[in-house]
């Protein structure tokens, strides 16, 4: 179990600087503040997603270590999302986003 606890400690702290990294790749130049804002207020005020589930996998299971895995699972969910993600046509759109917003 440490080692599961370990692993998606080092693994979760590197996904959160790379999504910041990410999601700055598909920004239109200029409106950085903005867009940075929104992720802050969405990833905020979903925050009480992860304890929820934390809390009733723990208590329908009696074991909290079982909210290990389904953490992992999660982590492991978004990988394919982000693989998934076009990134020169979010550029792209985030160029005419902002010739858009200038015009």
């Not at 702290?13 to 409106?31: H, K, M, N, S, T």
């Not at 999660?74 to 902002?98: C, F, H, N, T």
């Amino acid at each position: 179990m440490f080692v599961l606890a370990v692993y998606f400690g080092s693994v979760y702290g590197a996904f959160q600087g790379y999504a910041r990294a990410f999601y700055a790749e598909l920004l239109p130049p200029g409106e950085e503040a903005r867009w940075y804002g929104l992720f802050s207020i969405t990833d905020k005020s979903s925050s009480f997603i992860g304890p929820l589930v934390v809390g009733l996998i723990a208590d329908v299971t009696g074991n909290i270590r079982f909210a290990f895995f389904f953490l992992v699972l999660m982590v492991w969910a978004a990988v394919p999302i982000l693989m998934s993600v076009d990134v020169e046509r979010g550029r792209k759109d985030a160029q005419e986003y902002e010739y858009h917003s200038a015009n």
